[in-house]
């Protein structure tokens, strides 16, 4: 795996140097970690890449999750304590494995992953109730913690294919083909507008309206036929 483009501030490119000393990488270079015997060895087989603000997370093909960079909201899940800011080479997410997926987005400081079974893991903030989804509080969570999807009587927790992140709300793509979405909503991007949330600054899990997916705002959905 190789890493550029520039800023390196919060060890985000995950290459080793203190970002006092080195804080722009402007060509390609490869992704190293400190294996369990002490040595250096490159990072491989990694199928997919997400990034965040100032933290980057991969996951391997063996279902291993390494997260690096910026971590004052416990975002390389490793259980650190609050006194490691960064780390500028990958992390082994503690007591996370068989993982198929990890959340795509556009930043923020809350990371998903969805293991084999479908159940979905979050590490991070949860100022917007990303994680405990029906509890808004400051609390960090430095390592994986179980994502329950309820919506009334129906829980959802282990039929999630997919997820994607805002800056401070989610949407999942549930196996069925719906849509929950949950967090922030003061620009209306959970796309519930006939729950009668308008307004409603944080919102726990709920399904989309798939009559408003034809909108223009924040979160898109891609329906699709396929005839055989």
Do not use: F
């Amino acid at each position: 795996m190789y890493t550029h483009g520039g800023l390196n501030n919060r060890g985000q490119l995950g290459l080793g140097y203190d970002p006092s000393v080195r804080d722009m990488v402007m060509s390609p270079e490869r992704v190293s970690l400190t294996d369990s015997n002490g040595k250096t060895v490159e990072l491989t087989d990694i199928v997919k890449v997400s990034v965040g603000t100032y933290h980057t997370v991969a996951l391997s093909r063996s279902g291993i999750v390494y997260a690096w960079g910026w971590n004052d909201y416990g975002q390389i899940g490793n259980d650190s304590n609050s006194s490691q800011s960064y780390s500028s080479t990958p992390v082994i997410v503690k007591s996370l494995n068989k993982v198929v997926d990890i959340s795509r987005g556009s930043g923020g400081q809350t990371v998903y992953a969805i293991r084999y079974d479908g159940s979905v893991w979050a590490w991070g903030s949860n100022d917007s109730g990303q994680i405990d989804v029906n509890s808004i509080n400051t609390k960090i969570y430095r390592e994986p913690t179980e994502v329950k999807l309820k919506v009334g009587n129906t829980d959802y927790s282990n039929d999630v294919v997919r997820i994607y992140t805002g800056l401070n709300h989610s949407a999942a793509l549930l196996n069925d083909g719906n849509v929950i979405t949950w967090g922030e909503n003061n620009q209306k991007q959970l796309g519930r507008e006939a729950e009668s949330i308008e307004g409603t600054t944080i919102a726990a899990p709920g399904l989309v309206d798939k009559s408003n997916l034809t909108g223009s705002d924040y979160i898109v959905s891609l329906k699709s036929r396929c005839n055989s």
